[in-house]
């Protein structure tokens, strides 16, 4: 993504929430961006598509946050999950995401509607997972409903809490005091044998998602290449040619990617190719936790 999209970017996102989504038109973005019609159109389809990209720029953030904590880390440690929890709200407070996440619930659109679905499932489906991890196997039949439990909880606490404004409101805080109530629910689930949706509920996200194969994220990475100029390929190559030939091996070595992607990715911090640099590091994480599976 060059420095002019990521601006109109910006600006998009600072008008849905200054004057609203339904209230803002594509024209008010041409003129903030002073960008003309044409140009516009060659980044975005729509304005919803526009939104969606702000969104999608958010969840890869989030991606590339919580995957980059674990680097080295065992993913059984509780904290290291309560850490990976707050990381999303720490992103929608970071980005000021809330305000569009609300003009999505409330436009009536079916397609941000689904978009926003879509997110929110995913959101649950790797809680999921993360919670198999912490909790041991035997929760896994368990884990679909306890992530819920868990997601509803947090939600709900959060709004109860930014209804306050005179508090501040430690996300970190409430995770961890929503993770000792889950150490009482979560034994108590699996001793009962407690279960209302089927283990395969969230098993299909990710296919929804459509991740990356193995071939797409070469070209990715060979294309990304081709567009540097020669200053930025000399500097980076080096995380280049090496994430090339380790996904391109028969046994991949998934630690050491995971150290170089996180360096290939802090190597365009402020630089003209920072969006697009985190755009491949998050697909380049998701395809990595499929090499674990």
């Known amino acids: 993504m060059n420095d002019r999209k990521k601006q109109v970017l910006l600006i998009a996102q600072r008008l849905f929430v200054e004057k609203g989504f339904l209230s803002t038109s594509i024209q008010d973005i041409l003129e903030e961006s002073q960008i003309s019609k044409g140009t516009f159109y060659n980044y975005f389809s729509s304005k919803n598509e526009c939104l969606m990209a702000i969104l999608e720029n958010g969840r890869n953030e989030t991606i590339i946050r919580r995957r980059e904590i674990l680097i080295e880390q065992s993913p059984a440690d509780k904290n290291i999950l309560v850490k990976q929890i707050s990381i999303r709200q720490q992103v929608n407070r970071d980005y000021n995401l809330l305000p569009i996440f ?69 996300s970190t805080e409430l995770v961890k005091f929503i993770m000792r109530r889950m150490d009482s629910i979560i034994p108590d689930v699996v001793q009962t044998k407690d279960q209302l949706l089927p283990e395969t509920t969230f098993s299909t996200i990710d296919v929804i998602f459509d991740h990356k194969t193995k071939k797409q994220l070469l070209s990715m990475m060979t294309d990304f290449a081709s567009m540097l100029p020669d200053e930025e390929s000399l500097r980076s190559s080096q995380y280049i040619e090496f994430i090339i030939e380790e996904l391109n091996a028969a046994l991949p070595r998934t630690f050491l990617l995971e ?29 990595f936790d499929t090499l674990k599976k």
């Open 102 to 170: 609300e003009a999505v619930f409330h436009s009536g659109d079916p397609d941000l509607s689904a978009f926003a679905k879509k997110h929110h499932l995913a959101e649950i489906s790797w809680l999921t997972e993360r919670l198999v991890d912490v909790y041991g196997i035997q929760v896994k039949p368990h884990a679909p409903d306890c992530a819920i439990l868990l997601m509803g909880m947090l939600q709900h606490m959060s709004h109860v809490l930014m209804a306050r404004p005179t508090e501040d409101i430690d």
């Open 259 to 287: 150290t170089v992607t996180r360096s290939f990715r802090e190597a365009f911090v402020d630089t003209p190719y920072e969006t697009e640099s985190e755009k491949i590091a998050a697909a380049l994480w998701k395809y």
